[in-house]
């Protein structure tokens, strides 16, 4: 999502890459030195250096004790690769993530499911030597246990800001994929996953109430007079449209291109919904490109080529890309990545334009700068 801040990413904000391993006299150092500092409060440096020393605790529960770690992204959650003698795998900790483990349970069951029964090409989650998917990983230089998982590499690119008509096309029928699937699929017994009717997915509201300096009360104003806006257009949708999975967070930073296909990855945000409020959530992360309006119409074209299109009122539709503004916004405030929250005055302000030109036209048109 922020994953996700931008694009785990959940994107508005693009993700945190970080450079080669920290050298192990340093790591140690940071840790030792700064073990007292909460988590939310060290420099992004210190963070990096104690979610590596979770990361080896996570791979020694999947039975890896001999393998390079590189961290490969920070921002919501931390993903990292792991070459190890049998293979190359990404380690996800679930740093920001509120999910449940029955959730995690939910993301996994319906991945492996996809692997077998379609032709998407999806992260293949490895199980522990006991045979779980997931690893509650004890993390006291973090302040609480971690959920981790690791899954099996995947090849390629991660298409970004790379896009085209042809890319856009092909993610459009990606996701009709997942449509079609998750319309006919169930969950195990034991797993759950969040219901997107929920504008906030469970949290706070925390840009509506919170007394915080970035968030004067004309600023808090607009955010509350958008949320009613955004509300009412969920209330509207879920109350006539059919819910079942979808990603819930499939922007081109989840995906990777390859000899012109892709594989869908990071599935931590899926969820029970309505298809066109997924389809939304993608459209929101092109709405401010330079070739947004033909990305988006590449987008709808390749789903129409799959499975029908969602019907769905345009001032509706537009409602629902402020919704993911609002769900983002929220977020920040509870993101711990000590880089990301350096950028709390700057994306609130975008937030507050974009929200404003939402209420002043009931289109949704971003800055450029806040994709």
């Known amino acids: 999502m922020?994953?996700?801040?931008?694009?785990?990413?959940?994107?508005?904000?693009?993700?945190?890459r970080a450079h080669a391993c920290i050298h192990e006299a340093s790591k140690a150092n940071v840790?030792?030195?700064?073990?007292?500092?909460?988590?939310?409060?060290a420099s992004s440096r210190a963070q990096v250096a104690r979610l590596r020393a979770v990361a080896l605790r996570a791979l020694a529960s999947y039975g890896?004790?001999?393998?390079?770690?590189?961290?490969?992204?920070?921002?919501?959650?931390?993903?990292?690769?792991?070459?190890?003698?049998d293979g190359r795998f990404a380690l996800r900790l679930n740093v920001n993530s509120h999910r449940s483990l029955d959730n995690v349970t939910g993301e996994l069951a319906w991945i492996e499911a996809l692997g077998r029964e379609t032709s998407l090409t999806v992260p293949t989650p490895r199980a522990r030597p006991d045979g779980q998917l997931v690893a509650l990983v004890d993390a006291p230089e973090v302040g609480r246990p971690l959920p981790a998982t690791l899954f099996a590499w995947i090849p390629g690119r991660d298409l970004g800001a790379r896009d085209g008509a042809a890319a856009l096309h092909a993610l459009g029928g990606a996701m009709a994929t997942l449509h079609t699937h998750g319309a006919g699929w169930s969950l195990p017994a034991g797993a759950a996953l969040p219901h997107g009717s929920d504008?906030?997915?469970?949290?706070?509201?925390?840009?509506?109430?919170?007394?915080h300096p970035e968030l004067p009360s004309s600023r808090q104003a607009v955010f509350v007079e958008a949320h009613r806006h955004a509300a009412q257009a969920l209330a509207a949708l879920y109350a006539e449209a059919p819910q079942h999975l979808v990603h819930f967070d499939l922007h081109t930073w989840n995906v990777k291109w390859r000899r012109g296909q892709l594989a869908v990855f990071d599935f931590d945000d899926c969820a029970?919904?309505?298809?066109?409020?997924?389809?939304?959530?993608?459209?929101?992360?092109?709405?401010?490109?330079?070739r947004g309006a033909m990305l988006e119409e590449a987008l709808r074209a390749g789903y129409a080529g799959q499975r029908t299109l969602p019907a769905c009122p345009p001032e509706r539709f537009e409602a629902l890309l402020l919704a993911r503004l609002l769900?983002?916004?929220?977020d920040l405030f509870r993101i711990e990545h000590a880089d990301d929250r350096a950028q709390l005055p700057r994306y609130l302000a975008q937030c507050e334009a974009a929200a404003r030109r939402f209420l002043a036209t009931g289109r949704f048109?971003?800055?450029?700068?806040a994709d």
């Open 2 to 16: 922020l994953k996700d801040l931008g694009a785990h990413v959940r994107p508005a904000l693009r993700p945190i």
């Open 31 to 41: 840790v030792s030195t700064t073990r007292h500092v909460p988590f939310a409060d």
């Open 64 to 85: 890896l004790t001999d393998a390079r770690v590189r961290l490969l992204q920070f921002g919501f959650n931390a993903l990292f690769r792991v070459d190890a003698a």
């Open 199 to 211: 504008l906030f997915m469970g949290q706070p509201p925390s840009i509506l109430a919170e007394q």
């Open 272 to 290: 029970i919904a309505c298809a066109v409020h997924d389809l939304a959530i993608t459209t929101y992360y092109l709405r401010s490109r330079p």
């Open 327 to 330: 769900l983002l916004a929220n």
């Open 365 to 369: 048109a971003p800055a450029a700068s």
